[in-house]
């Protein structure tokens, strides 16, 4: 995709996506699709408030000439994007979100350190760089397949060149983006090859400055957040140009409570890389879900229309956005694009049990715990339950989850919508054990204290 208008084919332009379908006899969501992952030339002028997406005719004929026999066909449209809760999960723990790995957000971020061309090669392995240089044009491309394939290219090169710091980074990224496009992989192992890439990056080059960032995210799992801060701080610093750092800091502040923060950061972001997806994704997702959400609505349809974001973290927020208003006929239809294979079912269970009787609800939370046990993902458990009223069941829940140390997605339990288990002081002694309560004693309260000043834990922390 460029922004910059070619010198040809300027007599004319299909603009929006479905002219641009229609010349290409595609359905516009394969045609955003072809557009993410097969470098299908289409371009945005971008504007203040958003964007104009174009084409140009022969610039799409082109593209289809060159793919041969090759093109992708409509079947492409119906591929499931799949991913049990536990796919979601991953999304919007790096999206909600996603410094869950603290390589994002969801996963869809393209930033690097800048390659000084009239510097000395990164590898002296002409083999190497060339596979480097595809792995990271593979992996700008985003989507699993060109994940996976941009991880055997950094991993052959650093077998070519063990000495490549810059792809072993680049290797650290890949496996910690992987996971927010596929639940084929298991989280866990993802992070452990992302933190033992890392580790060999900085051995070799101290100074690379993404990599030192997923030291933030080993130090949050410990609890450590202050040093976490420090961490990101100190990377945004080093590289204040960087938009990707900047919206991982963003992630930091969003998982630590502090929102208000977040969002400048992510304004900062959209800044420093104007109309990035990832960082219009972070600001929609957070006025939504814990500030003003009819502007995170339009922002959101702004995503899924007009720029053919069409991820499940998206679809997961609008599902919300119908159920909060009330409008249950239009939640119905939303329900029938639901993307994962399996955990579709508690959305549905979820609608009918808002428009059901308390015995209703009361059914729907036994059924989320009965799903939880069977390993729903906590922070789907977490938001659903919502629906039941049954904030004890969240608490249970949020108490399991820090017993075992693998609440990694602790923002949903700063959602307004569920006040009143901060009232509790069982939050508090969860915020304790992840260590948040020792963070905000030294650096100030979380947001939603400004709202909840009787709040149990914001009481603790005047």
């Known amino acids: 995709m460029t922004n910059a208008e070619p010198s040809s084919d300027t007599s004319s332009r299909l603009v929006g996506w479905k002219r641009i379908a229609a010349h290409l006899s595609c359905s516009e969501r394969t045609a955003r699709r072809w557009e993410a992952e097969e470098n299908l030339p289409v371009h945005r002028q971008v504007h203040e408030a958003k964007s104009t997406v174009y084409a140009f005719p022969g610039e799409l004929d082109r593209w289809i000439a060159s793919r041969g026999t090759g093109t992708p066909a409509e079947a492409t449209d119906s591929i499931k994007r799949e991913g049990p809760g536990s796919r979601l999960a991953l999304i919007i723990a790096g999206i909600?979100?996603?410094?869950?790995?603290?390589?994002?957000?969801?996963?869809?971020?393209?930033?690097?350190?800048?390659?000084?061309?009239?510097?000395?090669?990164?590898?002296?392995?002409?083999?190497?760089?060339?596979?480097?240089?595809?792995g990271m044009a593979l992996w700008e491309q985003r989507g699993a397949d060109a994940n996976r394939r941009a991880i055997q290219n950094f991993r052959a090169a650093v077998d070519r060149d063990p000495d490549f710091a810059e792809a072993w980074a680049a290797l650290a990224s890949a496996y910690g983006t992987l996971p927010t496009y596929t639940d084929e992989v298991d989280l866990e192992e993802s992070l452990d090859q992302a933190l033992l890439a890392a580790d060999r990056a900085l051995r070799l080059d101290p100074e690379l400055v993404q990599p030192r960032t997923?030291?933030?995210?080993?130090?949050?799992?410990?609890?450590?957040?202050?040093?976490?801060?420090?961490?990101?701080?100190?990377?945004?610093?080093?590289?204040?140009?960087?938009?990707?750092?900047?919206?991982?800091?963003?992630?930091?502040?969003?998982?630590?409570?502090?929102?208000?923060?977040?969002?400048?950061l992510t304004d900062l972001a959209l800044e420093l890389e104007p109309g990035a997806p990832p960082a219009l994704n972070e600001r929609a997702m957070t006025h939504f879900f814990f500030g003003n959400a009819a502007r995170?609505?339009?922002?959101?349809?702004?995503?899924?229309?007009?720029?053919?974001?069409?991820?499940?973290?998206?679809?997961?927020?609008?599902?919300?956005?119908?159920?909060?208003?009330?409008?249950?006929?239009?939640?119905?239809?939303?329900?029938?694009?639901?993307?994962?294979?399996?955990?579709?079912?508690?959305?549905?269970?979820?609608a009918a049990a808002a428009q059901g009787s308390d015995e209703d609800r009361a059914a729907f939370s036994e059924q989320l715990l009965d799903a939880y046990e069977a390993g729903a993902p906590a922070f789907m458990v977490v938001s659903l339950m919502q629906v039941t009223g049954n904030m004890e069941a969240i608490l249970d829940v949020a108490d399991t989850e820090t017993n075992a140390?693998?609440?990694?997605?602790?923002?949903?339990?700063?959602?307004?919508?569920?006040?009143?288990?901060?009232?509790?002081?069982?939050?508090?002694?969860?915020?304790?054990?992840?260590?948040?309560?020792?963070?905000?004693?030294?650096?100030?309260?979380?947001?939603?204290?400004?709202?909840?000043?009787?709040?149990?834990?914001?009481q603790q922390l005047q």
Request: hydrophobic share 45%.
């Open 405 to 458: 140390q693998r609440f990694v997605n602790f923002v949903v339990l700063f959602d307004p919508v569920i006040a009143e288990i901060r009232r509790s002081p069982r939050f508090t002694g969860i915020v304790d054990r992840v260590g948040l309560l020792t963070y905000w004693q030294e650096t100030g309260p979380p947001d939603f204290c400004a709202n909840e000043p009787g709040a149990h834990v914001c």
């Open 296 to 350: 995170g609505e339009e922002e959101l349809n702004f995503l899924w229309d007009e720029l053919g974001f069409d991820t499940p973290i998206i679809w997961y927020a609008k599902w919300f956005a119908y159920l909060r208003r009330g409008d249950f006929a239009a939640l119905e239809d939303w329900q029938s694009q639901c993307p994962f294979a399996s955990g579709c079912e508690l959305f549905m269970l979820g």
């Open 96 to 134: 909600v979100i996603v410094i869950l790995l603290a390589v994002n957000i969801s996963g869809y971020l393209s930033g690097r350190e800048e390659v000084e061309a009239s510097g000395p090669p990164l590898s002296e392995d002409a083999s190497a760089l060339d596979l480097y240089e595809r």
């Open 214 to 264: 997923l030291m933030g995210e080993i130090a949050e799992r410990r609890g450590e957040w202050p040093l976490a801060r420090e961490i990101f701080e100190d990377a945004m610093a080093s590289d204040p140009d960087n938009a990707t750092i900047t919206l991982w800091t963003a992630g930091h502040f969003r998982e630590a409570g502090y929102l208000n923060r977040s969002l400048e």
